[in-house]
């Protein structure tokens, strides 16, 4: 998501991107250990669900970047998530769920600090890890931009990163 908002918008125009998976999933780092992942795994429906609206935001997703549109001239707007749609894009993730459970489950202890503690300072470091390493995708997304000159090459660009969002699909629904 963020190599094809560097790409189709530049840095500059893609950190709301960056921002919203950056602090939507630092959030879910922050509630996951208070509970709420307890409560989203102990309840095999919910998790269901969640494995299956995982995999139709992606699939929806990888359809938009495929498709999107090839010209110059196409607005950054309308190819980019924006901040809103990456930041709640990472609560129907169930990779970000993963991520936050194995985190938590890793990191937390029982007998260190407070839970609220803990948990602010998981979804803290994730957030200062997340920014710069974002950072370097939308870089490569625009470094790839000034590659793709042409219609065609920029086509094949949008279709090989909607197929491989696709193929991600695969390793949720396993």
Same mark, same amino acid.
């Given at each position: 998501?963020?190599?094809? =908002?560097?790409?189709?918008?530049?840095?500059? /125009?893609? &950190?709301?991107?960056?921002?919203?998976?950056?602090?939507?999933?630092? @959030?879910?780092?922050?509630?996951?250990? !208070?509970?709420?992942?307890?409560?989203?795994?102990?309840?095999?429906?919910? !998790?269901?669900?969640?494995? $299956?609206?995982?995999?139709?935001?992606?699939?929806?997703?990888?359809?938009?970047?495929?498709?999107?549109?090839?010209? #110059?001239?196409?607005?950054?707007?309308?190819?980019?998530?924006?901040? #809103?749609?990456?930041?709640?894009?990472? $609560?129907?993730?169930?990779?970000? $769920?993963?991520?936050?459970?194995?985190?938590?489950?890793?990191?937390?202890?029982?007998?260190?600090?407070?839970?609220?503690?803990?948990?602010?300072? +998981?979804?803290? %470091?994730? %957030?200062?890890?997340? &920014?710069?390493?974002?950072? %370097?995708? +939308?870089?490569?997304?625009?470094?790839?931009?000034?590659?793709? /000159?042409?219609? /065609?090459?920029?086509?094949?660009?949008?279709? =090989?990163?909607?197929? &491989? %969002?696709?193929?991600?699909?695969?390793?949720? @629904?396993?």
């Amino acid at each position: 998501m963020l190599t094809a =908002a560097g790409a189709h918008g530049g840095v500059l /125009r893609g &950190l709301p991107c960056l921002l919203g998976v950056a602090t939507g999933m630092g @959030l879910m780092m922050f509630l996951v250990p !208070l509970g709420l992942g307890s409560l989203v795994v102990g309840l095999p429906p919910l !998790l269901t669900a969640l494995h $299956w609206g995982g995999a139709a935001v992606l699939l929806w997703m990888s359809w938009k970047i495929a498709t999107s549109p090839s010209r #110059v001239e196409a607005t950054p707007e309308s190819l980019s998530v924006g901040y #809103v749609g990456a930041a709640v894009f990472q $609560w129907v993730n169930p990779k970000s $769920w993963l991520v936050a459970a194995s985190a938590a489950g890793t990191f937390l202890s029982g007998g260190a600090s407070s839970p609220i503690a803990q948990a602010a300072c +998981l979804g803290g %470091l994730f %957030l200062l890890a997340a &920014l710069p390493s974002g950072l %370097l995708w +939308l870089a490569f997304g625009a470094a790839v931009q000034r590659v793709l /000159r042409g219609a /065609r090459q920029r086509r094949i660009f949008n279709v =090989a990163m909607g197929v &491989l %969002l696709a193929l991600s699909i695969g390793m949720i @629904l396993r």
